[in-house]
């Protein structure tokens, strides 16, 4: 075989396994156990670092292709829309009697609808697009499977009660949903200039949540974050708000790379 052409392979072997996790998930889901719901969750974040890296193997190789681009979008939907809509029902949501049981498959269908939704959007506006751009529209799929993920994991590692998870996984699946096919802004480090100071403030940055997720509790400190990372849409939101009409026209294209 070409080595040339078989480096075309390398991002896309990335994308399978984002997938593969995404099913480990949802069959980690079967059981009903807490340590397969904690399994399912990770299975998922595992997804997300696979994702994240595909799209950056495609452009430092400078093998992005368009059937890329669409595996990419296919294997969302099943990684981040589909098992995490899973983990939710068989965690907490399969408990919520309302209508027998439709409300609970409903909050599911909704969550993955709108992932699929907010990725065909993406596409979209990637053909218009010319060059990556700081922000990205909506919140991305991957960040609200990791939100719902650590969720999970965090009510399992506390023994949280059935009545607050309920509550929580609730609220959290349509304010997810609502916040990926929103029009709030959500920061893309795909144009950050990574000179040395930024190097060294994101291997600083990194080390030290490391250092407190091992030695504190992993599930409470990677949600503080994944937290922060949802919020900072709404909360741009209302700066831009507040500083008037005129920085809240301020648009740019998304990103053509992968999500």
């Keep these: 075989m070409d080595i040339r052409k078989g480096k075309y392979i390398l991002p896309n072997l990335f994308t399978l396994a984002s997938v593969f996790f995404g099913v480990l998930a949802v069959i980690s889901c079967f059981g009903g156990t807490e340590a397969g719901f904690r399994r399912a969750a990770i299975a998922i974040l595992v997804a997300v670092v696979a994702d994240s890296l595909d799209g950056r193997v495609a452009r430092m190789t400078r093998t992005a292709t368009k059937f890329g681009i669409q595996l990419d979008s296919l294997a969302d939907v099943v990684s981040f829309g589909m098992a995490p809509a899973v983990l939710a029902h068989a965690f907490i949501l399969r408990d919520l009697d309302t209508w027998d049981g439709l409300l609970a498959a409903l909050l599911a269908f909704v969550f993955v609808a709108c992932g699929a939704l907010r990725l065909a959007r993406f596409n979209v506006m990637a053909l218009d697009s010319r060059k990556p751009a700081s922000s990205f529209t909506g919140l991305p799929i991957p960040a609200a499977a990791a939100f719902l993920a650590l969720l999970v994991w965090v009510a399992v590692d506390l023994e949280s009660p059935p009545a607050a998870r309920l509550a929580g ?84 294209a998304e990103s053509p790379d992968r999500d």
């Design 169 to 252: 996984v609730a609220a959290a699946m349509p304010a997810l949903s609502l916040a990926m096919v929103s029009t709030l802004r959500y920061p893309s480090f795909k144009r950050v200039r990574w000179g040395l100071w930024n190097r060294l403030a994101v291997t600083v940055t990194v080390a030290g949540v490391l250092w407190v997720a091992v030695t504190t509790r992993a599930s409470g400190v990677l949600f503080i974050v994944a937290l922060a990372y949802v919020a900072s849409g709404p909360a741009a939101f209302l700066v831009r708000l507040a500083r008037g009409p005129r920085h809240g026209r301020e648009r740019e």
